[in-house]
């Protein structure tokens, strides 16, 4: 299991703008696609976001197209979850998940929480008045 660890999780005004960051400590995360997940209050995982190794190529749930902007830097070995104008309903935990790709290049990202290896433990988001 990779050490993967996500901070920046607080509680937010309906909306607010929160960004959400997920560091990895003794490895590069250069060799992975990432993405972002969330766990809402006795509902499913689902997936939020994705970002190819590249970052040329990125993924959002409909509910997040337009709103939510992820981000790698691979100098500080992050990667980031920008959410704009947030709802109550995406209150939730939020996970970083990783999974090791052979191609720097790639068409495409997966949203599928299986598709992914390496999980944190998650930052809790609270939108609410």
């Known amino acids: 299991q990779l050490p993967l660890v996500e901070s920046g999780g607080d509680l937010v005004q309906p909306g607010g703008s929160l960004t959400l960051s997920c560091a990895a400590s003794?490895?590069?995360?250069?060799?992975?696609?990432l993405g972002w997940f969330r766990q809402a209050p006795g509902k499913e995982r689902e997936g939020v976001s994705c970002?190819?190794?590249?970052?040329?190529?990125?993924n959002y749930t409909d509910s997040g197209k337009g709103r939510f902007t992820i981000s790698r830097n691979g100098v500080l070995n992050r990667v980031y979850l920008q959410m704009n104008s947030l709802k109550p309903e995406e209150t939730a935990i939020y996970y970083c998940?990783?999974?090791?790709?052979?191609?720097?290049?790639?068409?495409?990202?997966?949203?599928?929480?299986?598709?992914?290896?390496?999980w944190g433990k998650g930052t809790p988001v609270t939108v609410s008045s």
């Open positions: 998940a990783a999974v090791r790709n052979p191609y720097y290049f790639s068409p495409s990202c997966s949203l599928s929480e299986s598709r992914y290896n390496d």
């Open positions: 003794g490895f590069t995360l250069d060799a992975y696609d």
């Open positions: 970002a190819t190794r590249s970052g040329a190529v990125t």
